[in-house]
């Protein structure tokens, strides 16, 4: 039973710690111990903290093999940051010791609450873009309605042979009648929580930051824009781009780690091309996506892509590496399939900044349509992640968008056409 | 152009005039003599430049058995992950559904227990006398000692239902540029099926090549961009797999869940199409033989939400058609289907069930062993094969699916699987589903082209 249910934004928690020296292997073996593609909660509960909706733990090799591995946590949480840190310090220290005590920097044992949280504030960044598919949903909410589509389908089976000879409109009275009288369904007797008026005034001011950027800068972007579309042929033409076949092995070990739920993880690392043109562009359009994804793409799509719950993209090293993480429903072959099908232009814009990148043209064309070569892109790339946390491992989108309108349909007035789509919708 | 004199011909046709089929798998003993064998069979096999042929005999190959006959290593690693490793890699078995009854180690064939498979001939005749005639001189050069039979398929020409009562292999892909014609929606590039020509992307897919130095008397093709010599074109992939079906068992439940209902309506809705192959989205309330062999119909604009054909029934999870994201009922969702297409050409095997008598319930439980060895011909076996079998038939998440594997043939959980049948006012969800199929068998293999078979044929120790 979860507490009363409220809007609240997700953020995206990732924490950046660079491994000890001679440390990496031990972390390694740990992470190992923790879980098998799925988290199972012994070290770090991650379940145990309030409105976590995914999290995880990875471990990034160097570029320079003389350099400090980078562990990596990430995680998608209601509310605030601070406070799911500041959880993560209380409730989990003896975790949290035992992981990050590889990592420099890290207080001497034992850590004690404010030294764990200082460490952790001080790793954390902000995601250079973070995508929620349904912002504002909480993890109470998921799983709330989860449980009121399993109870209204269980009522079906039984009082089916009645609701057969019912009109829709009946029928949805008599589905009505039922979650009002279940007082474990009480939260069904509202509508879902919609944003305050605070949030919404942030939302609309927020809205305004690319167009107010546009025409502050408007008189430096005609300038710069001339040069540097020359200087992106130049990169285009003569970035090598080889098709490097990944290493079978590291497939499998990925592969072996995959789908255990209904849903995945992806993450993946990878280098960023030298020299300032594919920072700056990286960095802007990393801007401009991050400012897209909750005005343009709020509505459990991205461009398409109905599959991811979460995702993210973050500079690691100095903007020299770009890491990507999300969460989404179906095997990788399918995810990769939605890629090229559907957000082939996206990814392009973006990963194209990166070291061996299927060859872009203008930006957005080709890259990711080179199938193989952009499939072999994402097998190098991707980091096994061993422990990974999903608080509703068992719902797809889909899904959860059809509980939400299952909850929807229970509130207001309905003509009898409207009440056979709600209907059709269990 | 396609090459047709250079392709196996099952690519191109399923040989329905040839009734009687027998699949041999072989073991390779000895290299050299193996080699040998291959390059005498040559002459045997048939191609598709041959129309209509009396006989046909063709020859495939695992990755372990390409790996025996010592193929170039850079040839070896030029094959796909999902060959290479194999049907029965644990992580693979995970996401096919080879789990519990169906998984490997319980398999007659193929598995990690039974004697590992290097070559698969298929043989097609008229009748079994002539089926024995074609595999008599073949069976005769195993004698030099290459290679020695592990397991045999056996087919039955039973007609064309499978063995629970249903019409079987109405759609299949048209493969473009053989001059064959049909609805815009089913004909698909070549390279879906055949190496080294353009796939639904524009793209040829990766394929196996040699170094110019490792075929010196130039028996390849040689692969345009590179200068390497292509041990890939006009061959493609086969995906053979046992299926056992307990037909028994599919009417028992059939008639159970059905209660004062008719089974054969339940069923339907289960399969997608009505026994004597009609769809249920051009027939929705019974049976209707015009439509028997109807092909040219899509979900997203006639049957959105299932009441007709239902979104978990096999063939609408088999083959989506025009249902599938971003754009359900455009060329666009056409086209993403057509990425995952399959084109089949399996055999019943077993004697067939009584399935009137089932489907009444006065028939005695005939549990004779009995299926299909489905075969599936495709270029690339983890978009085709592997995506259809895990994403959409597998996959209890299928489309807007909450608990639903494929009725007929998905992995359902201990307790049963689900089933949920849109109707108005309200669905009708059928609970307990039991496993109607076990998987008993299966393996990857390559089918070269034929100048790609010579060049096997002669490589040298």
């Known amino acids: 039973m979860s507490a009363t249910q409220t809007w609240a934004p997700q953020v995206a928690v990732t924490v950046i710690a660079e491994v000890r020296e001679g440390r990496e292997r031990a972390l390694e073996g740990l992470l190992h111990s923790m879980g098998d593609g799925v988290s199972n909660e012994r070290v770090i509960a991650f379940g145990d903290l309030e409105g976590v909706h995914f999290a995880r733990l990875v471990l990034a090799p160097p570029v320079d093999p003389r350099d400090a591995s980078t562990l990596i946590l990430m995680s998608d949480v209601d509310g605030a940051q601070d406070d799911h840190l500041a959880e993560l310090a209380e409730r989990q220290g003896d975790g949290i010791d035992a992981v990050f005590s590889h990592c420099s920097g890290y207080p001497d044992a034992p850590a004690g609450v404010p030294a764990r949280l200082a460490f952790l504030r001080e790793r954390a960044v902000r995601a250079d873009t973070s995508y929620v598919n349904r912002p504002g949903r909480t993890v109470a909410q998921v799983r709330d309605e989860a449980r009121l589509r399993d109870a209204i389908e269980i009522y079906l089976d039984s009082a089916r042979p009645q609701l057969e000879t019912c009109s829709a409109l009946d029928a949805r009275a008599q589905v009505q009648a039922f979650v009002a009288g279940d007082p474990r369904l009480a939260f069904a007797a509202t509508p879902a929580p919609e944003p305050r008026l605070g949030e919404r005034v942030r939302s609309a001011l927020d809205l305004a930051r690319l167009p107010a950027t546009l025409i502050v800068l408007a008189p430096l972007l005609v300038v710069v824009a001339g040069p540097w579309i020359v200087l992106l042929r130049l990169h285009e033409c003569h970035d090598p781009a080889p098709d490097i076949r990944p290493d079978p092995a590291a497939v499998a070990l990925v592969a072996g780690l995959e789908d255990h739920l209904a849903q995945n993880s992806f993450t993946a690392v990878g280098r960023l091309k030298p020299g300032p043109f594919r920072r700056l562009t990286s960095t802007a359009l990393l801007w401009v996506a991050d400012w897209a994804t909750p005005h343009l793409f709020a509505h459990a799509d991205l461009a398409g892509v109905k599959t991811i719950h979460f995702a993210r993209w973050v500079f690691l090293d100095g903007k020299s590496r770009l890491v990507f993480a999300s969460n989404y429903d179906g095997s990788l072959e399918t995810y990769m399939g939605d890629f090229i099908d559907k957000v082939a232009w996206g990814l392009n814009a973006i990963f194209s900044n990166g070291v061996g990148y299927p060859r872009t043209n203008w930006l957005f064309c080709d890259g990711a349509w080179n199938e193989e070569a952009f499939k072999h892109y994402i097998h190098t790339h991707q980091l096994p992640a061993h422990v990974w946390y999903s608080a509703y491992g068992n719902l797809t989108n889909a899904n959860i968008e059809q509980n939400a309108q299952i909850r929807a349909g229970l509130h207001g007035r309905m003509t009898a056409t409207q009440a056979e789509r709600w209907l059709e919708l269990l | ?461």
Not at chain 2, 374 to 396: D, H, T
Request: glycine content about 12%; aromatic content about 8%; overall charge neutral.
């Open chain 2, 1 to 461: 152009m396609l090459e047709l004199e250079d392709i196996q011909g099952l690519v191109v046709r399923g040989y329905a005039h040839l009734q009687a089929a027998r699949y041999v798998m072989l073991g390779i003993r000895d290299a050299a003599a193996a080699r040998r064998f291959i390059a005498d069979t040559i002459p045997t096999i048939t191609t598709a430049a041959a129309a209509g042929p009396g006989r046909a005999a063709h020859l495939a190959l695992t990755a372990a058995g390409l790996t025996r006959l010592e193929l170039p290593q850079p040839a070896l690693a030029g094959f796909p992950p999902e060959f290479t490793e194999g049907m029965v890699a644990p992580a693979r078995s995970r996401v096919l559904g080879d789990v519990g009854e169906s998984a490997p180690e319980a398999w007659a064939w193929g598995g990690p227990a039974t004697d590992p498979i290097d070559l698969l001939l298929l043989l097609y005749a008229q009748d079994a006398g002539a089926l024995e005639e074609l595999a008599r001189p073949i069976e005769a050069a195993y004698a030099n000692g290459g290679v020695a039979e592990v397991h045999r398929l056996d087919t039955a020409a039973i007609g064309d239902r499978e063995h629970f009562g249903f019409r079987d292999g109405i759609s299949q892909p048209i493969i473009a540029g053989l001059g064959r014609t049909g609805p815009a929606e089913h004909i698909v590039r070549a390279g879906e099926f055949v190496l080294g020509y353009q796939n639904e992307y524009g793209l040829l897919t990766a394929r196996p090549l040699v170094p110019a130095d490792a075929d010196p008397t130039g028996v390849l093709p040689v692969a345009a961009a590179t200068g390497e010599h292509d041990l890939g074109r006009n061959g493609t992939y086969l995906v053979v797999r046992q299926m056992q079906q307990d037909a028994p068992g599919f009417w028992r439940f059939a008639r159970e869940a059905a209660g004062a209902g008719d089974p054969v309506v339940l069923a339907s809705k289960m399969v997608g199409r009505w026994p004597s192959g009609a769809p249920l989205v051009a027939a929705p309330d019974a049976d209707d033989p015009a439509h028997a062999a109807a092909n040219g119909f899509g979900y997203a604009n006639t049957d959105p939400a299932g009441l007709r054909c239902p979104v978990g029934a096999h063939v609408r999870r088999a083959n989506p058609r025009d249902s599938l994201d971003p754009d359900p009922g455009t060329a666009g969702s056409i086209a993403v289907n057509r990425r995952h297409r399959l084109l089949r050409r399996g055999r019943k095997y077993g004697p067939a069930a009584d399935v009137a008598a089932l489907q009444s319930g006065t028939g005695t439980d005939d549990t004779s062993d009995r299926g299909l060895h489905f075969i599936c011909v495709g270029a690339n076996i983890a978009r085709q094969f592997e995506f259809v079998q895990r994403a959409w038939v597998g996959s209890p998440k299928f489309a807007t699916l909450y608990d639903d594997a494929d009725p007929l043939i998905g992995r359902h959980a201990p307790l049963g699987g689900t089933f949920t049948i849109p109707a108005r006012p309200v669905r009708r969800r059928v609970t307990g589903l039991p496993q109607f199929v076990t998987i008993r068998g299966g393996a990857y293999f390559f089918l070269p082209g034929i100048r790609a078979l010579h060049y096997i044929g002669s490589l040298e120790s």
